[in-house]
């Protein structure tokens, strides 16, 4: 027993992160902001999806580098894995962000330049399982993928980071146009945000490491010789 | 001496090119019969922003189009021959570069044919004439890129379409931002900022496709 706990200490600690983050999330008081009103808890949600996202996405461009780098297979592996877990945040991000949406703004989707942004984020590593999928040779299939990673990733992050800024008028927040941003975050929520965010890491890197293993297992089904 | 691999490697796309004119002139009658079917459909524009969206939605499939090809032409013996003959860096700018003069060509007689059958509605020449040759650049280098990656695999054209689709979006949306000022009062001066935007985003693109292509090079 003490044995199980030495060694996953940091997987309960992401557990016990998320269920604080839950539960101080619809316990502590928030500020009392105009239309947004008590769904500003959402942000534990919903932020905190789109940064553990990055950070999934940000793990298999690293994962890819040194793919590239080192030519160890092990390397694409943990960045497929890492996309999978990333598009799995992101679409939570898209589901728990039209939720808010509908109830703020009124509609699930406007058109807003961030808003874009991420559906065009999620549309391009979609893309990158499509192309994953369409390579048979594994080597070929690592490397090819690894420099579409890279080139997206870096498109993606001008798209995200450098265009909004040059939009003005957009109803999302923390550019132009909206009265909160993460930088004024109240002292508050910054106890539940943070660590909702690293829980959700820890977490996420957790399903990355299953899911690789997972895919050891299936190779070595696949062929014993491996 | 990348200088003159990247000018051989040019003169010789465009050398065939003028053989075989097979690219050009599909990517012409692409053009032509897909603005005349809109001209059909539509008769005459009055809104500038209408005009202003199908003129990039014409541009951005014959770009992918003419980019798609230049990839699929060369066979497997070839391409072992100019792995031996010359570096992976040459051989993408030279690719790039062909692109952008067939982008160039391409967007100049697609905003003439455009004018022509649908009514001129640009205000300021100047700005709608530089953010188009900056957004063949821009398309160029990008789907040169992405032509190369698909290049490696089975190579349909949907898998073309769907891996540039995200990659072009952050161009596509500044240039028709820039391009529908062009259509109203816009100035030079205060669109320059996204003008600037475009050519940061085409100087990233080259840099990371002359880091990267090697490594796809390889094969």
Not at chain 2, 81 to 103: C, D, E, H, R, W
Not at chain 2, 141 to 156: E, F, G, Q, Y
Request: charged letters at 10%; one cysteine or more.
């Amino acid at each position: 027993m003490v044995d199980f706990i030495r060694k996953n200490w940091w997987k309960l600690l992401g557990i016990a992160l998320i269920l604080y983050s839950i539960i101080a999330g619809f316990l502590i008081e928030v500020p009392d902001l105009p239309i947004i009103r008590q769904s500003i808890r959402n942000l534990f949600f919903h932020v905190v999806m789109w940064f553990s996202m990055m950070v999934m996405f940000g793990t298999s461009l690293a994962r890819s580098l040194r793919y590239l780098s080192t030519f160890d297979l092990k390397h694409d592996v943990y960045a497929i894995q890492s996309v999978n877990v990333g598009l799995f945040f992101g679409m939570m991000g898209i589901v728990t962000g039209m939720e808010w949406a509908n109830f703020t703004w009124g509609t699930p989707w406007t058109n807003d330049p961030q808003l874009n942004g991420a559906a065009i984020t999620i549309l391009a590593y979609f893309a990158y399982l499509v192309l994953r999928r369409s390579i048979d040779e594994e080597n070929k299939r690592a490397r090819i993928a690894a420099v579409y990673n890279v080139f997206a990733f870096v498109m993606l992050i001008v798209f995200i980071g450098i265009l909004p800024r040059l939009a003005q008028g957009s109803l999302h927040p923390g550019k132009g146009g909206s009265p909160m941003t993460v930088t004024n975050l109240d002292i508050n929520m910054r106890l539940v945000f943070y660590p909702a965010i690293a829980g959700w890491i820890i977490v996420g890197y957790w399903l990355t490491g299953i899911r690789v293993k997972m895919a050891y297992i299936r190779q070595h089904l696949d062929n014993p010789e491996f | 001496m990348l200088l003159t691999e990247i000018k051989y490697l040019v003169l010789k796309d465009i050398k065939l090119e003028f053989k075989q004119r097979y690219a050009i002139n599909g990517i012409l009658l692409y053009v032509v019969s897909t603005i005349f079917v809109s001209y059909l459909s539509f008769a005459k524009i009055i809104d500038p922003a209408t005009w202003n969206s199908l003129f990039w939605i014409i541009m951005l499939f014959a770009a992918v189009n003419a980019v798609s090809k230049s990839f699929v032409q060369e066979s497997t013996s070839r391409q072992l021959y100019y792995y031996t003959v010359a570096s992976p860096q040459a051989i993408i700018l030279s690719k790039m570069l062909y692109n952008f003069m067939l982008m160039g060509v391409l967007s100049l007689l697609c905003l003439l044919v455009f004018t022509g059958l649908m009514g001129g509605f640009v205000v300021n020449y100047p700005l709608f004439i530089s953010a188009l040759l900056l957004g063949s650049f821009g398309f160029a280098s990008a789907l040169t890129m992405i032509a190369a990656i698909a290049s490696r695999t089975n190579n349909n054209f949907a898998l073309m379409a769907i891996l540039s689709f995200p990659v072009v979006m952050p161009l596509l949306l500044t240039l028709m931002k820039v391009s529908s000022a062009a259509l109203s009062v816009g100035t030079m001066s205060g669109n320059i900022k996204y003008l600037a935007a475009l050519l940061m985003l085409n100087v990233i693109v080259i840099a990371l496709s002359y880091v990267l292509f090697p490594y796809l090079w390889r094969d």
